[in-house]
């Protein structure tokens, strides 16, 4: 098995979603809405990918200024194709295209919880998320 690595190449909503739904990521990505799918793709500024020919196997997905940081939003590998060291691949690629000072950042999903500590990524604990539709606190009177 020969597997194949490319920094963005074309990747269809179709290849996405079949991806996607091999691995546990998929019930957590908005599925059932190609548009927004297609709008997560193209509006992606740095997509790291691995092919088994013409099958796309894994994919770092993410946002970046290259030089200060990088959002991975998706980092994704096949299940019949997990712990070959594909997503490690995947992230090391999406390095090399940055800063050598450039971070990276990204939320683990609770399936990948224990993996990024075992890579070399440190916890971070000052990391904060607002949920969609979650609305700003209204500032306090003076
Ligand atoms: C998480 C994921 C991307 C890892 O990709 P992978 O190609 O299987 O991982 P690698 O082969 O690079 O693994 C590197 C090391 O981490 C370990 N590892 C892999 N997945 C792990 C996990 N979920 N938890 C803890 N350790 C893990 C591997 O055993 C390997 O250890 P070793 O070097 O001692 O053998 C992949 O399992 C996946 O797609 N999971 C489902 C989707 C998901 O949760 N993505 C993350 C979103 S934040």
């Not at 908005?30 to 997509?47: C, H």
């Not at 090399?96 to 070399?120: C, F, M, N, S, V």
Request: hydrophobic letters at 40%; one cysteine or more.
């Amino acid at each position: 098995m020969t597997i194949i690595f490319h920094t963005d190449t074309i990747i269809s909503v179709d290849q996405f979603i079949t991806l996607l739904r091999q691995t546990t990521l998929g019930e957590r990505r908005p599925l059932s809405d190609p548009a927004r799918i297609e709008k997560m793709l193209r509006q992606a500024n740095l997509t790291v990918s691995a092919w088994d020919g013409e099958r796309l196997i894994g994919i770092a997905r993410c946002l970046t200024d290259f030089d200060y940081c990088c959002y991975i939003s998706d980092l994704a590998v096949s299940e019949t194709y997990q712990r070959q060291g594909i997503g490690k691949a995947l992230i090391a690629l999406v390095q090399k295209q940055l800063h050598p000072e450039a971070k990276i950042i990204l939320l683990a999903a609770p399936q990948a919880y224990d993996y990024y500590g075992k890579i070399g990524f440190e916890r971070h604990p000052s990391a904060w998320t607002i949920f969609a539709k979650t609305s700003l606190a209204a500032p306090k009177d003076k």
